[in-house]
């Protein structure tokens, strides 16, 4: 390190001095956020397909209970990627502070692994100890709306 160099971070645009100039051209931005408008909207689309293969492509392979079961993750993946989505453009329009969120739809994207998932792999696979998982889910699908409605129980500002 040179002697009285000063290091500060790459994220204000700043680097050590003597070292290469270009750095030092890095622009100021935030730290990346993770964009959960987009990732509701994937999840939905995805959701979409999820029922359609049930519907088509499982239908004949699954009996009824399977059939329930699977029915059963779509709905609460469908239903839990709307609350994200709709959490996320609360933030988006200013209705919530900056940053509010991203607790809540972290919340809701560990329900949709873990409640729906498990559904599914119960539906594909039939190893009912998998439904073990699903409570995991329901409680964080719970926690999501509670602090969601902390959240929106306190002023944006």
Not at 9 to 29: D, F, M
Not at 81 to 97: H, K, T
Not at 117 to 134: D, E, I, K, P, Q
Request: aromatic share 12%; proline share 3%; glycine share 10%.
């Amino acid at each position: 390190m040179v002697e009285g160099a000063r290091l500060e971070s790459v994220y204000t645009g700043n680097c050590i001095e003597g070292s290469n100039p270009s750095l030092s051209a890095i622009p100021a931005r935030p730290v990346h956020v993770m964009n959960f408008s987009s990732l509701a909207s994937l999840l939905l689309a995805l959701t979409v397909g999820f029922g359609a293969f049930g519907a088509h492509a499982l239908k004949a392979r699954f009996d009824a209970y399977q059939m329930d079961v699977w029915e059963k993750a779509v709905y609460y993946q469908f239903v839990h990627a709307l609350g994200m989505l709709i959490a996320s453009l609360f933030e988006r329009s200013g209705a919530l502070a900056s940053g509010s969120t991203a607790a809540v739809c972290w919340l809701f994207l560990a329900g949709i692994v873990f409640f729906s998932g498990s559904l599914y792999a119960l539906a594909l696979s039939g190893v009912a100890t998998l439904g073990a998982v699903t409570p995991i889910g329901g409680v964080a699908f719970i926690a999501a709306w509670v602090l969601l409605a902390i959240r929106l129980a306190k002023p944006a500002g």
